[in-house]
T-cell receptor, first 113, second 112 residues
Framework: GENVEQHPSTLSVQEGDSAVIKCTYS??????FPWYKQELGKRPQLIID?????GEKKDQRIAVTLNKTAKHFSLHITETQPEDSAVYFC????????????FGKGTHLIIQP | DVKVTQSSRYLVKRTGEKVFLECVQD?????MFWYRQDPGLGLRLIYF???????EKGDIPEGYSVSREKKERFSLILESASTNQTSMYLC???????????FGPGTRLTVT
């Protein structure tokens, strides 16, 4: 089955700086790559997703890039703010097939004031 | 607004008990999922269902079963609870398989 590796497990950045979280996946058939944010004590929520026919997608301060050849995708957060502090999970899915999401182990992002 | 609810926020059960975790969604979503979340391990898929009475094994189905008799309700069953099933259990639903999943608030299950 699919295997998703996520790095780093913890990331501490100064407020206002950028943060980058990287994921790799194993199944070349995967074609849907979402990112979820989970604040302390709350449920995960989708922040951005990308499909394999697109190389990059942006939504205000967050962007995701996908390199299908290398089988890796990354989350970029610019101008980080205190409310960005959370655990972020990447995931991969074959999409149209009968499978669910395979998640990475998560990155705890800490924004230092 | 999509609403996914779970029957309990906290549950304490004894080893060997049969445990039922219930999940209900109100958006007429086709797909429903059960995950467990453990520190340092992320979310791991236990089972999912893409239609009423249909179910598919996820990555860690051992020791669990599921039931989906109605579209809006998806139940996770621990036939004989064990201490290694102590975890946070999250239910989710989505309109399509490769689409946004909406999560419930989670059930923290402790098996003693």
């Amino acid at each position: 089955g699919e295997n998703v590796e996520q790095h780093p497990s913890t990331l501490s950045v100064q407020e206002g700086d950028s943060a980058v979280i990287k994921c790799t996946y194993s199944d070349s058939a995967s074609n849907y790559f979402p990112w979820y944010k989970q604040e302390l004590g709350k449920r995960p929520q989708l922040i951005i997703d990308i499909r394999s026919n697109v190389g990059e997608k942006k939504d205000q301060r967050i962007a995701v890039t996908l390199n299908k050849t290398a089988k890796h995708f990354s989350l970029h957060i610019t101008e980080t703010q205190p409310e960005d502090s959370a655990v972020y999970f990447c995931a991969a899915s074959i999409g149209g097939g009968a499978d669910g999401l395979t998640f990475g182990k998560g990155t705890h992002l800490i924004i230092q004031p | 607004d999509v609403k996914v609810t779970q029957s309990s926020r906290y549950l304490v059960k004894r080893t060997g008990e049969k445990v039922f975790l219930e999940c209900v969604q109100d958006m007429d979503h086709e797909n429903m999922f059960w995950y467990r979340q453990d520190p340092g391990l992320g979310l791991r898929l236990i089972y999912f269902s893409y239609d009423v009475k249909m179910k598919e094994k996820g990555d860690i189905p051992e020791g669990y079963s599921v039931s989906r008799e109605k579209k809006e309700r998806f139940s996770l069953i621990l036939e004989s609870a064990s201490t290694n099933q102590t975890s946070m259990y999250l239910c989710a639903s989505s309109l399509r398989l490769a689409a946004e999943q909406y999560f419930g608030p989670g059930t923290r299950l402790t098996v003693t």
